[in-house]
């Protein structure tokens, strides 16, 4: 299976809740894709403006080609994610959450890349807390054996990405 292939196969899946774009370049590199999703729930009573409670939930979804990717091309590409991903969080006091996500298809991921990947965490909290906090989600799809890896916060999209290769 080719890089464009899996991609194909992953993006009708975020079709219906994300806004995709496509050919997206941020800085020196060039995403095939980027999604971003908005959610806000609110409680209020009788009328709008009686508004009890509301929070907002997002995620900025970063999709990124390698053939082998080095240690140092990975950590520039997470970089550049985590920066791009932190620029669009507008915290705020009903902020809840933000993901920064980002998923990397490779052809083949060498050890040191994995170990990085795995051990890779980044959590920002905006005020305490009181205007949210932020996650930073990384997977990544090894085309040569089929496997998928991911740090802790990715493990979520980890049934996903796996389910494309059954």
Known sequence: MTKETFLQKLLPSYESCFDIQYNVCHGS?????????????????????????????????YFAFADVPTLDSFQSLKKDVLQSGLAQIKPHSEHMYSYVSLILVADLLPQEVIKEIKKTKYHKTFLFSFHGWMYLRIAAVD????????????????????????
């Open 29 to 61: 590199i060039e995403y095939p894709a980027t999604a971003q999703f908005h959610s806000r729930s609110e409680k209020y009573i009788l009328v709008r403006s009686a508004k009890i409670w509301a929070t907002e939930m997002n995620e900025y979804a």
């Open 143 to 166: 085309l040569s054996n089929g496997k998928v890896y991911s740090n802790q916060r990715g493990k979520e999209l980890l049934p996903l990405l796996q389910n494309i290769f059954s």
